[in-house]
């Protein structure tokens, strides 16, 4: 059972909250991305989602090692979708099991904001008037030290 | 020989997702990136990837070595 993994089969959100239940968590915290059909102006018709799933892996599994370090008691799984995915559609669920609530919000939101910054995943949009890979692709962010923030080496 | 990765829009541009690359090692990824488009044509945006070696995110000034592979990472956009 591997609790950070990249899929290409639509998600079981309740398969991913199980691998985190355990007697000592008292808190599930889950967190779970949709297809967005309307962003402003824009309609998406489908998502299309690419990863380097092997690197992929190993950040999430980092991004697990960080939730750990800060909320030692917590336990986390995280199950990121790609290929083609439809409005409503579930493309990542994340959960995380802690003693207490507080930190169980806390990490997931660490969680889904991470896998923004650092994880290998892009998404294609297919609009109803064209298509356009997302992720600041147009350069108008710089990187001036070759990575983003935070990004352990 | 190095192997390249491209994603996203760099893998559009190219065409495809893998290239091998028969460098003299070691190489500056800089060096890389000129040989990558002196073969592939240019390709927009591969000055503002991240670059990861062997699965892991390295800083600019790392050398390549023969066997590595190099990864170009847009800007990601996962979640």
Partial sequence: ?153 | MVQILLFASLAQQAGTQKVSLDLETPVTVEKVRDHLQNQLGELNGIENALVAVNEEYVDLTVEIKNGDTIAFIPPVSGG
């Fill in chain 1, 1 to 153: 059972m591997k609790l950070f993994n990249i899929t290409k089969e639509p998600i079981n959100n309740q398969e991913v909250i199980d691998k985190v239940i355990h007697h000592n968590a008292g808190a599930v915290s889950v967190f779970i991305g949709t297809v967005r059909e309307m962003t402003g102006e824009k309609q998406t018709r489908y998502l299309e989602y690419e990863a380097y799933v092997p690197m992929a892996e190993k950040q999430l599994e980092k991004i697990g090692d960080e939730i750990q370090e800060k909320w030692p008691s917590a336990k986390t799984a995280i199950t990121h979708r790609i290929g083609t995915l439809q409005i409503s559609d579930v493309a990542v669920a994340i959960a995380v099991s802690t003693p207490h609530r507080q930190d169980a919000f806390e990490a997931s939101r660490h969680a889904i904001e991470r896998i923004k910054e650092i994880v290998p995943i892009w998404k294609k949009e297919h609009y109803t008037d064209g298509e356009e890979w997302v992720g600041n692709q147009k350069g108008t962010k710089k990187y001036p030290e070759g990575r983003p923030e935070r990004i352990e080496k």
